[in-house]
Structures are given as C-alpha cells and as structure tokens.
C-alpha cells in the first residue's frame, strides 16, 4: 500500500489505541506496517530507511527498553549489501535489545528451499550478516516452509 490510514489500521489490528507507522510500497513491492498498543508500549524513537523501519520502545509494564526492525528486502542480490548495512546501521544506533523480522528475500541455506541447490553467495552474505550482529535465527516451527509462489509446480522456501 502507498497510504496507511486509521481505518486500515482498525481494520487490521481490531482496536482503535493502536498507533503505527509505515513505510510505503513502491509499486507492487515492499511496504511495512509496525502497529503497538500505547497502553502496553511507548515509542521512544524511530527510524525510517529504504527497506526497513525501526522504532525503540519501553514496555509500560516493566520499563524494558528494546528494539524492533521490519524488513522488506531486496530482490536484487546487489542491492542486499545496502540493506545489510541499513541494519547495521539502525542496530548501532542504540544499545539494545534487537528484534528483526519480515521478508528479507533470501534464505541462509540451500536446504530452505524446496528445490534445494547450492549454496550462493547472497546465502553466505545473510549467514555474516547474521553472524556480524550477533543475532540468533530461530527454528522455523510447525510448517516446513513459509513463503510459496502458489503456481502449479510452487517454489517455496523458508
């Protein structure tokens, strides 16, 4: 979407404390919404990039201070160097907690991907993108994949 409005974002969520912030689509691709409840989470800052948002919140219940990013990556193997150091970038900003999800368009390993392959190097940058900030990739649980092409013969991967 270009435009998030409150009724989009009633919509989505169910209430109408929540409050968000959004960086839009560009044509058919991208887009990100981050939506918190302001009774269970302050917002102390944000950060608005080219594939990523993040926003610094303390928890109204016990004063936590952490960080959550939303991703949209890239396709383009090229311009994932420039979301890797985005993150990078937001992640230095504050020394914090981190939380990074959302679609960052490539797998770490051959083996997340139906038809499997090899190992590429844009598998090998996300492992040292990873590695490089210290995060930890959980286990996929229940399903075997999370994102399918939905064709007749879908491609799916992690």
Same mark, same amino acid.
């Given at each position: ?36 409840? /302001? ?49 990078? @970038? ?19 390993? /051959? ?26 990739? /959980? /286990? ?5 994949? @999370? ?12």
């Amino acid at each position: 979407m270009e435009e998030v409005g409150c009724d989009v974002v009633v919509s989505l969520s169910g209430q109408h404390r929540v409050q968000w912030l959004f960086l839009p689509s560009v044509g058919r691709s991208g887009g990100i919404i981050i939506m918190w409840d /302001p009774q269970v989470l302050e917002i102390e800052d944000s950060r608005i990039g080219c594939f990523s948002m993040c926003c610094k919140f303390k928890s109204m219940h016990d004063s936590s201070i952490w960080g959550l990013i939303r991703v949209y990556g890239p396709n383009d193997d090229r311009a994932r160097g420039a979301l890797f150091e985005e993150l990078r @970038t937001f992640t230095s900003i504050w020394d914090i907690p981190w939380c990074l999800g959302g679609d960052f368009n490539v797998v770490r390993f /051959p083996s997340e991907r139906s038809n499997g392959g090899r190992l590429t190097s844009a598998m090998s940058d996300f492992s040292e993108f990873i590695n490089s900030c210290n995060l930890i990739d /959980p /286990p996929l649980e229940g399903g075997r994949f @999370t994102w399918s092409s939905h064709e007749e013969v879908p491609v799916v991967s992690d």
